[in-house]
C-alpha cells in the first residue's frame, strides 16, 4: 500500500496496523540503519531458529527496524504507536475505551499540524 492508500484509508476512519517480529535478510543485502524509536543503530542479533535476526515492526505495511533495547522494552508497540503519529506525549490506559468523536478529534488534530514536529 503506497503512502496516498495509506492516507485515503486513514481519511475514512480505518484503523492502523502495527505488528512486530525478526526478521533475518539475505545473504548480500545491505541492511544497516537506525532505529526507528531510539536512532541507536539497529543491528541483528542471536536469535534461536534464524541464527542472526533484526528487530522490526511493520506500520501499515512499511517496515522500521528497531534495536534489541527497544525491541525488549516493555510496551514497544506504544513507543512504536508514539512515534508513527509523532505523538511524544501519547498517553495509553489499560482497558480504556475511546468514542469514535474523541478518535476523530485526535485524526483532526494531526490533520491541522500536518508534518510539523512536536518537539
Not at 18 to 31: A, S
Not at 86 to 108: A, C, T, V, W
Request: aromatic share 4%.
Amino acid at each position: 500500500m503506497n503512502r496516498k492508500e495509506r492516507r485515503r484509508r486513514a481519511k475514512l476512519g480505518d484503523i492502523g496496523q502495527i505488528r512486530l517480529g525478526r526478521v533475518k535478510f539475505e545473504h548480500g543485502d545491505e541492511v544497516s540503519g537506525a532505529c526507528y524509536v531510539c536512532g541507536k543503530p539497529a543491528t541483528a542479533w542471536p536469535h534461536p531458529s534464524m541464527e542472526q535476526a533484526h528487530g522490526a515492526a511493520d506500520i501499515d505495511g512499511e517496515i522500521v527496524l528497531l534495536c534489541e533495547t527497544c525491541f525488549n522494552t516493555p510496551h514497544i508497540d506504544r513507543s512504536v504507536i508514539r512515534k508513527s503519529l509523532r505523538l511524544p506525549d501519547l498517553q495509553f490506559e489499560e482497558g480504556g475505551e475511546i468514542s469514535m468523536d474523541e478518535l476523530h478529534d485526535i485524526s483532526d488534530a494531526i490533520k491541522e499540524r500536518g508534518d510539523k514536529p512536536t518537539n
